[in-house]
T-cell receptor
Framework: EDQVTQSPEALRLQEGESSSLNCSYT??????LFWYRQDPGKGPEFLFTLYSAGEEKEKERLKATLTKKESFLHITAPKPEDSATYLCAFPARIQGAQKLVFGQGTRLTINP | NAGVTQTPKFRVLKTGQSMTLLCAQDMNHEYMYWYRQDPGMGLRLIHY???????AKGEVPDGYNVSRLKKQNFLLGLESAAPSQTSVYFC???????????????FGPGTRLLVL
């Protein structure tokens, strides 16, 4: 069964302490991988789409990378406002459309 | 643009009561979706629509009905609420993706539903 697994479940960092979040996938014929950010009480907010191994995308302190088995979300010199749950997801075919299959998320806390 | 909006933000129901959740999008997206998010289960697709007047079942459709009378609106109904339907409900929309193109889904702020 196609699925994504995110690790760690939770991560606490000090402000300025860089780290990476992992999204491992077992998907036959991966056509794309999404990263979303979700703040408490809010809906998922789109960050990136990666389409093929070797691709990288950046936005402010975040950089997403993709290999044939996993994706990483690198966060450089994070600030408290980067605290959120980060979700990865892949598109799966359903009749006439696509649904997103999400991982369980990594809850990131940045302490000042 | 407001993007995707949802009404209401929070609701408490008693078992057996009915309600309708409203989703509206102003991005002229053809496709719309309803997901529920539960601890340990992640986001799961309930129903979706590929256009005005069309709906289809997702992976957890039981106990829900939907309607898409206008392109910009997608309604999720609970005819007889059960405690198992306590959850956070998210609506999303995207461009047409039936041809295999990978299209981003944009999510609303969610509706928190508590069924007692």
């Amino acid at each position: 069964e196609d699925q994504v697994t995110q690790s760690p479940e939770a991560l606490r960092l000090q402000e300025g302490e860089s780290s990476s979040l992992n999204c491992s996938y077992t998907v036959s014929g991966l056509r794309g991988l999404f990263w979303y950010r979700q703040d408490p009480g809010k809906g998922p907010e789109f960050l990136f789409t990666l389409y093929s191994a070797g691709e990288e995308k950046e936005k402010e302190r975040l950089k997403a990378t993709l290999t044939k088995k996993e994706s990483f979300l690198h966060i450089t010199a994070p600030k408290p406002e980067d605290s959120a749950t980060y979700l990865c997801a892949f598109p799966a075919r359903i009749q006439g459309a696509q649904k997103l299959v999400f991982g369980q998320g990594t809850r990131l806390t940045i302490n000042p | 643009n407001a993007g995707v909006t949802q009404t209401p933000k929070f609701r408490v129901l008693k078992t057996g009561q009915s309600m309708t959740l409203l989703c509206a999008q102003d991005m002229n997206h053809e496709y719309m979706y309803w997901y529920r998010q539960d601890p340990g289960m992640g986001l799961r697709l309930i129903h979706y629509s590929v256009g005005e007047g069309t709906t289809a079942k997702g992976e957890v459709p039981d106990g829900y009905n939907v309607s898409r009378l206008k392109k910009q609106n997608f309604l999720l109904g609970l005819e007889s609420a059960a405690p198992s339907q306590t959850s956070v409900y998210f609506c999303a929309s995207s461009l047409e993706n039936s041809g295999g193109a990978v299209e981003t889904q944009y999510f609303g702020p969610g509706t928190r539903l508590l069924v007692l």
